[in-house]
């Protein structure tokens, strides 16, 4: 190919998969095609440069922020994706359950006697993720009904 470039057969290439591939910025790589006319070269993993590796760590930890802070599982790959905008002067329950019928109908009755603000709840496979946004009041014993049900596997409350 270096050959073909180089005297003029091969208008052009752009490759990104090498028979030894870059370790990233900070070592020296070498390859025939380097230099060749109308060339582009890449590594063939993106995230391999640490500016893509810089990056990558500060979305993960926007990631767990955001989970600590509002329960929201945006991005979350093997688990319910969800948000829930946040309600003023109420606190918001959390619940990780096994995603069997009932759930929400037995959820929903605990609920049923309490103001409920807002609510959602996603399954993914076996779990179930439900938020929930109630008076404060009243937060501590809803977080206990729903955390002794037979299918709850976590609750808690944000404040």
């Not at 993993?45 to 600590?68: C, H, M, N, P, W």
Request: proline fraction near 5%.
């Amino acid at each position: 190919m270096a050959t073909a470039l180089k005297k003029g057969h091969l208008g052009g290439v752009y490759v990104d998969v090498f028979p030894s591939e870059p370790n990233g910025n900070s070592t020296h790589w070498e390859s025939e095609l380097q230099g060749c006319p109308n060339t582009l070269l890449t590594p063939h993993i993106g995230g391999s440069t640490t500016e893509a590796q810089d990056a990558i760590g500060q979305e993960v930890a926007r990631k767990f922020i955001l989970y600590l802070e509002t329960g929201s599982t945006q991005g979350a790959v093997n688990f319910p994706n969800q948000s829930l905008p946040y309600v003023d002067g109420t606190h918001r329950i959390l619940n990780i359950h096994k995603n069997t019928p009932g759930v929400l109908k037995a959820i929903n009755n605990i609920l049923s006697v309490y103001n409920v603000e807002s609510q959602i709840l996603l399954t993914k496979g076996e779990i179930g993720y439900l938020i929930v946004d109630v008076s404060a009041d009243t937060s501590e014993s809803i977080r206990e009904e729903i955390s002794r049900l037979p299918t709850s596997i976590k609750t808690r409350i944000l404040y």
